[in-house]
């Protein structure tokens, strides 16, 4: 008796092992394109998973409850009812244009809060200065040689008082951060009386560095809005999240806001799979554009499915039975022309046949 053929093994082509090696060798390069180009190893980049990426940043905000979104254009800044939305910026690579700062100040004035995170960049300072915020980052690196994770460049700052972003929160803990010149702003976090800034940068303490309790984030109010500045943007880096109380301090940055806007603006370039995923999500055009396609191409994949069915009674019989056939006709056909087929095999081929007619009506 010949053998039923398996029905799982009819829809899969036959390929030597060369072209299963082929095939194989292609399948893993396109992942490992589409991987890259959805990824990124940019310092801070929100689609970078390393010790040095923000990726976790997203996770932070979204469990804090804020619908989180991924700024690629200034103009995402919400200028009305901006009370709940909070945006990120951390260490902003090339300058805000005139237009862009009008933007963001229109933003805090309008009760948007905004957290800048800088080092040693002007950027911070330029954009701190375009909202009308009074804080500054000193730019000089601080050290701490009693208080610190590892070493002195990690050191470890304490809250200044009772605030909503310091609540549960004991120590953060800096990497080769900076301080914050507060003006009128409110220190919220402090460097311990044992710290220093590096003036000559030989990361010891002599000449005229002094000892000093000095904020490394601080908090004031500009309009309707808020200004939160933070002497150091690797806090908020994968690794540094779990270090000392960060990712708590961060997770009580974003609370109580709707929206976390995390501005990247004006940083690295967004992976070209998220850039073009970001695009879709923000035109509803492009959102209708790409679900008409999609819905083609499994229309059109759906239709060429039963192809296979037809090639293989086809196969199976040599040619297809007479069209008037009723049902009970295609069976008694087969089994005269296949007595080696067992019934089960001769009603799945009889059922292949019969839903084939519609089409083939249709195309008639």
């Given at each position: 008796m010949?053998?039923?053929?398996?029905?799982?093994?009819?829809?899969l082509?036959?390929?030597?092992l060369?072209?299963l090696?082929l095939?194989?060798?292609?399948?893993?390069?396109?992942i490992?394109?589409?991987?890259?180009?959805?990824t990124?190893?940019?310092?801070?980049g929100?689609?970078?998973?390393?010790?040095?990426?923000?990726?976790?940043?997203?996770?932070v905000?979204?469990?804090a409850?804020?619908?989180?979104?991924v700024?690629?254009?200034?103009?995402q800044?919400p200028t009305?009812?901006?009370?709940?939305?909070?945006?990120?910026?951390?260490?902003?690579a090339?300058?805000?244009?005139?237009?862009?700062?009008a933007r963001i100040?229109?933003?805090?004035?309008?009760g948007?809060?905004?957290v800048?995170?800088?080092?040693?960049?002007p950027?911070?300072?330029d954009?701190?200065?375009?909202?009308g915020?009074?804080?500054?980052?000193?730019?000089?690196?601080?050290?701490?040689?009693?208080?610190?994770?590892?070493?002195?460049?990690?050191?470890?700052?304490t809250?200044?008082?009772d605030?909503?972003?310091?609540t549960?929160v004991?120590?953060?803990v800096?990497?080769y951060g900076?301080t914050?010149?507060?003006?009128?702003?409110?220190?919220?976090?402090?460097?311990?009386e044992?710290?220093?800034?590096?003036?000559?940068?030989?990361?010891?303490?002599?000449g005229?560095?002094?000892l000093?309790?000095?904020?490394v984030?601080t908090?004031?109010?500009?309009?309707?809005?808020?200004?939160?500045?933070?002497?150091?943007?690797?806090?908020?880096?994968n690794a540094?999240l779990?270090?000392?109380?960060?990712?708590?301090f961060?997770?009580n940055?974003?609370?109580?806001?709707?929206?976390?806007?995390l501005?990247y603006?004006?940083?690295?370039?967004?992976?070209?799979?998220?850039?073009a995923?970001l695009?879709v999500?923000?035109s509803?055009a492009?959102?209708?554009?790409?679900?008409?396609?999609?819905?083609?191409?499994?229309?059109?994949y759906?239709?060429?499915?039963?192809?296979?069915i037809?090639d293989?009674?086809?196969?199976?019989s040599?040619?297809?039975?007479?069209?008037?056939?009723?049902?009970?006709?295609?069976?008694?056909?087969l089994?005269?022309?296949h007595?080696?087929?067992e019934?089960?095999?001769?009603?799945?081929?009889?059922?292949?046949?019969?839903?084939?007619?519609?089409?083939?009506?249709?195309?008639?």
């Amino acid at each position: 008796m010949v053998s039923e053929p398996s029905p799982d093994d009819s829809w899969l082509p036959s390929l030597t092992l060369p072209q299963l090696l082929l095939a194989t060798y292609t399948a893993l390069t396109v992942i490992a394109l589409v991987y890259a180009a959805s990824t990124s190893s940019a310092a801070f980049g929100a689609y970078n998973s390393q010790w040095d990426g923000a990726g976790e940043l997203r996770t932070v905000a979204a469990d804090a409850g804020a619908n989180v979104t991924v700024g690629t254009n200034v103009s995402q800044y919400p200028t009305s009812d901006a009370d709940g939305t909070v945006a990120v910026v951390l260490s902003p690579a090339e300058p805000y244009s005139s237009s862009e700062r009008a933007r963001i100040a229109e933003f805090v004035r309008s009760g948007g809060t905004l957290v800048v995170a800088e080092d040693y960049r002007p950027r911070g300072n330029d954009l701190l200065a375009a909202v009308g915020a009074d804080a500054r980052f000193d730019g000089r690196p601080v050290y701490d040689n009693r208080n610190y994770y590892r070493n002195s460049s990690l050191p470890e700052a304490t809250p200044a008082g009772d605030y909503p972003e310091t609540t549960g929160v004991d120590t953060i803990v800096l990497n080769y951060g900076t301080t914050v010149r507060a003006g009128n702003a409110t220190p919220l976090v402090n460097t311990s009386e044992y710290a220093y800034l590096d003036t000559n940068g030989n990361a010891n303490l002599d000449g005229a560095e002094q000892l000093a309790s000095r904020p490394v984030v601080t908090s004031e109010l500009v309009g309707d809005g808020r200004v939160i500045a933070v002497s150091d943007p690797s806090l908020f880096v994968n690794a540094m999240l779990e270090r000392g109380d960060n990712r708590r301090f961060v997770r009580n940055i974003v609370a109580d806001h709707d929206t976390a806007l995390l501005d990247y603006s004006h940083a690295s370039s967004i992976p070209p799979v998220a850039a073009a995923v970001l695009a879709v999500q923000r035109s509803d055009a492009l959102l209708l554009f790409c679900g008409v396609v999609l819905v083609g191409a499994l229309l059109a994949y759906d239709r060429r499915l039963d192809e296979p069915i037809r090639d293989r009674f086809r196969e199976y019989s040599g040619r297809e039975p007479e069209p008037h056939l009723s049902r009970d006709g295609v069976e008694k056909y087969l089994s005269g022309r296949h007595p080696d087929w067992e019934s089960a095999q001769v009603k799945r081929v009889t059922e292949a046949v019969i839903k084939q007619r519609p089409d083939r009506q249709r195309n008639d």
